[in-house]
């Protein structure tokens, strides 16, 4: 697989953008805001270690959804897969959250929903949500925050972003 071209929206772009409104999900997990849905509340997680672009994450360990502020990624444990997601919705990146009604994640600028997997169920945006290149190393995972995929202009590197586990 091959980086990224950058041509159109560019996440290393919209990560400057996402620096603050990307702590509103934890706000809203302290203030008990946010009900459960088919994945437990989701929770912060911190990066084991970051070398360059690869971010290594340990694998969770049961399902749910955790947001990396820092590194601005979305890992995900459902159904016996793991991905790793760009913060940023692909229509013009806000920040996305976990979906307040359940069952996924939400973008509060134009009300796109996503499914756990990233696929788009409905809203504004043309795409699924934008995976992010993810390899298993041991016990761990490891991100590559640098190159991600585009369902519709890459559907098989998109389809293959996964880890089973
Ligand atoms: S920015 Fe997310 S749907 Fe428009």
Redesign the pocket.
Known sequence: MSSHDCSGDCPIARRAFLKDVSLFAGAMVASGLLPRGALAAPSPIAALSRDRAEVKYPIPAQDGVHFDDKNEVILVRNAGHVFAFAL???????A?KTDPAGGGFW??????RYKFDGEFIS???TRNMDRLAIRRDGTNVVVDVDKWFESDSQPTQWAGAVINV
Do not use: F, Y
């Not at 940023?88 to 806000?94: G, M, W």
């Open positions: 940023s919705c692909p229509h013009q990146n806000t996305l973008c509060s600028k134009h009300e796109s809203g504004r945006a």
